[in-house]
């Protein structure tokens, strides 16, 4: 099992950036398919961004171009630059592990765009 720790969420401006972090417990960390979700209020989870374990990346249509997923094995973490953010990126952003049929998630970290 591994547990993910979200980290790097706030409050920003339109047009801003922030750069979210996921820490990961264990010794697998390389082997798993990372991912970052986000859920807004009254909407359901969506797949914002994923990395495999060999570094494949895929993006929502509504990010393409605008976040950057990446992580670095030997940190044991992942990340997500978010760049030009607009008020619908507002949600809470979840980090999650697969492997195995295995899923797991973060307690999720909160960006909010705002002026």
């Known amino acids: 099992q591994v547990q993910l720790v979200e980290s790097g969420g706030g409050l920003v401006q339109p047009g801003g950036s922030l750069r979210l972090s996921c820490a990961a417990s264990g010794s697998l960390f390389r082997l798993y398919a990372m991912g970052w979700y986000r859920q807004a209020p009254g909407k359901q989870r969506e797949m914002v961004a994923q990395i495999s374990s060999g570094g494949s990346t895929d993006y929502a249509d509504s990010v393409r171009g605008r976040f950057t997923i990446s992580r670095d094995n030997a940190k044991n973490s992942v990340y997500l630059q978010m760049n030009s953010l607009k008020p619908d990126d507002t949600a809470a952003y979840y980090c999650?592990?697969?492997?195995?049929?295995?899923?797991?998630w973060g307690q999720g970290t909160q960006v909010t765009v705002s002026s």
């Open positions: 999650s592990a697969y492997l195995a049929r295995n899923t797991y």
